[in-house]
């Protein structure tokens, strides 16, 4: 099924749950009130939340994608005079870090556990030789 059958589907699934809605509003007497409900009342029930149902999963749907969209932001090392966002990920002392929430500047990765969360301990920082010497 495409996504177009589901709109429409989804459509003809929200009349329905309106037009059965309209129905269940109307006044009633205090009889008809106590009498039990009619199996055309559960089915109207029911389809009501079917329908709302199927709109919320519609909506998530949306969201998961648009955030599946989205993949990782790597920002190479971290810069104390930059502000990150949620979600960022950075390399600070060899380790990845991924933000948690907005962070400010200065707040550097370890130092603060509610801004950054560790994503992978990496060993001592590589120290590089200077440019012409030979490695021992």
């Known amino acids: 099924m495409t ?3 589901d709109d429409g589907q989804l459509a003809l699934i929200a009349a329905r749950a309106e037009e059965i809605k309209a129905g269940l509003d109307a006044r009633y007497t205090k ?11 559960v089915h ?7 329908a709302s149902t ?17 993949g990782i932001k790597y920002l190479g090392n971290y810069q104390r005079a930059c ?11 060899g380790s990845l870090w ?12 370890g130092n603060d556990p ?4 560790l994503a992978a301990k990496g060993d ?4 590089r030789a200077p440019a012409g010497s030979t490695p021992a």
């Open 98 to 109: 991924i933000a948690l929430k907005a962070v400010p500047e200065g707040s550097a990765p």
């Open 54 to 70: 199927a709109a919320k999963l519609k909506a998530l749907s949306a969201r998961v994608e648009a955030l599946e969209e989205g």
């Open 83 to 93: 502000c990150y966002a949620k979600g960022d990920a950075i390399t600070h002392s």
């Open 3 to 5: 996504d177009k059958d």
């Open 114 to 117: 509610a801004c950054w969360q």
């Open 124 to 127: 001592k920082p590589v120290k």
């Open 31 to 41: 009889e008809e009130l106590e009498r039990s409900l009619s199996r055309r009342s």
């Open 44 to 50: 109207a029930l029911i389809a009501a939340t079917t």
